[in-house]
């Protein structure tokens, strides 16, 4: 009998914190600082700009240390988490993060920096990004990574305004961002959003968009394509190279959401497939602990012609000799510039998410050059060990049987509906077993589509008890039982679009 970890736990209801409090309660104890009341100015304006003085004092929680450390810790223990359970949400990425990540990016003098100290002060951290940015452009080919995004998304409208930024100076007003239906659905969101004009190429039966396709939709008015690669299907664009060529050819360019980086890290080049622009989704690929929105970064590369056109401010790096004593002692000076003659401005108030920085930074160094390569195989060969078993178990479910997938496999409900069980059941009960669901309905042209992407830091006896479940709901379970499920957790089945319009934080 497989052994699922399951969810089960002792469940107390909690009241919010505000209400477990009572007035006078205090969480730590501040020492008398000597002034009295009376030592102080009447008028509190003459400290503080009056229109920032509160008429009312905060209606904040009053609460001794124990009472906030158990509420919150309890709390976390009612959510699905990397930590506790495999977590196999497509497109998502949600490996396993190394832990020594989070000590780096806590060190002392790295979670306590000011992000106003001059940068003279600061040479250290300063070189850490700019090695950082090193070691993108070497994995990718690429000139010059900007961190000002701080999400993956944030990465592809900086990229998108780039290129727009491109034709307004050259007098050229296209409008077109060509979309294979294949691609992430913030690539149409960010075109739009960056000015452009989506228009959606459909991609073939095997998931991927054919050069010849391509040819359809060429024209001057063409400012580029946004290809997601490997794209939403788990699919590798085979034709991305011809396809860089008919775009190239056209003087239109080629974007690659690259947020799968993780499918292909260390194994090849985008500049060797003709990528101009392509964002690498920090906080996926490199192991930062995400979800719920952030924090992110959705560091943006680009080849040498566009470097001019990146966000500011951005960590530049000059040689200087040491001043006359030692001629011979070369001393690199790393500062915060903002000369970029094209930029397209700032993003962000300061450089970037520094801390999201780090961890990938961290997390490199402790691979190593010569393990880099191992994340992307094991995650492809991760992903292929649950597509092949799964489709026996899911038989006929797989609308890319045929091949190898990347970094993750989808299937449709075919199998599962045989046996009475929608999409959304088989994800609820999975819950009960003690897995995340994995991601649902998505892609859109996929019918009850189940993407899953086990990641590479996932073991084969892991992957081993998912299977083993999926195989249990796919054979044994009853659609009685389904539509109840989840069963196991602190809140049950829930109505989903009620959930999300009117939530109840109270329970
Ligand atoms: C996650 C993801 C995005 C969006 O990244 P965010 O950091 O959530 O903005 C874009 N494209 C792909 C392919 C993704 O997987």
Known sequence: ??????????????????????????GISIPDCGLKKSDLKKDESAYIDAKYIRKSPPELPEVSEPTVVRHFTRLSSWNMCVDTVFYPLGSCTMKYNPKINEKIASLENIKNLH??????????????????????CRLTGLAEFSFAPQAGAAGEFAGLKIIKKYFDLKGENRKTILVPDSSHGTNPASS??????????????????????????VSKDVAGIMITNPNTFGV???????????????????????????????????SDMGIDLIQLNLHKTFSTPHGGGGPGSGALGVVESLREFLPVPYVKVSGENASGADKNFNRQVYELAEDKNNTIGKMTPFLCNFAVVIRAYAYLLSLGRENIASVSEIAVLNANYVKKKLGKILSGSDPFEEGLCMHECVFN???????????????????DYG??????YFPKNIHGAIMIEPTETESIRTLDNFIKAVKEIRFKTKKSKAVKSPQKTKVGRVNEVIANKQPIFKY
């Open 1 to 26: 009998m497989p052994k699922f970890p399951g969810i089960k736990g002792i469940f107390l209801d909690e009241d919010p914190l505000i209400e477990q409090g009572s007035k006078g309660l205090k």
């Open 115 to 136: 992000p106003l100290t001059p940068g003279s002060l600061i040479q250290p951290v300063l070189k850490m990004v700019y090695d950082f940015n090193e070691i993108l």
């Open 192 to 217: 739009v959003l960056a000015g452009f004009t989506p228009v959606e190429i459909k991609t073939g039966k095997a998931g991927t968009l054919a050069a010849g396709e391509l040819e359809k939709f």
């Open 236 to 270: 590798f664009e085979k034709d991305i190279k011809k396809i860089a060529e008919i775009m190239h050819k056209n003087g239109s360019f080629v974007y690659m959401d690259g947020a799968n980086f993780n499918a292909f890290l260390g194994s090849a080049r985008v």
């Open 413 to 431: 409900d075919k199998a599962i509906e045989e046996n009475g069980v929608s999409t959304i059941e088989l994800a609820k009960l999975l819950i």
């Open 435 to 440: 897995f995340h669901p994995p991601t649902v």
